[in-house]
């Protein structure tokens, strides 16, 4: 397990910026009833108990670009 110092978590923006897609895309692929859906796309996290704040991790995002190769 990677030291907590090591985690990198991205909000929605920078993740648009990182895969060069828009948010529209990235909610696509989060989305089940939409025909661009990815079942294998990483789940966002919760970043915060009360606020819909929620963030990728960086790690996760990697390994599914590596799947997409």
Do not use: C, I, Q
């Amino acid at each position: 397990m990677p030291d907590r110092s090591e985690v990198r978590v991205v909000r929605m923006k920078r993740l648009s910026e990182l895969l060069s897609v828009s948010r529209s895309t990235l909610y696509d692929w989060l989305n089940p009833g939409s025909p661009r859906h990815d079942p294998a796309f990483p789940r966002p996290m919760r970043l915060s108990a009360k606020g819909g704040a929620v963030g990728w991790l960086v790690e996760d995002v990697m390994r599914w670009l590596d799947t997409r190769k």
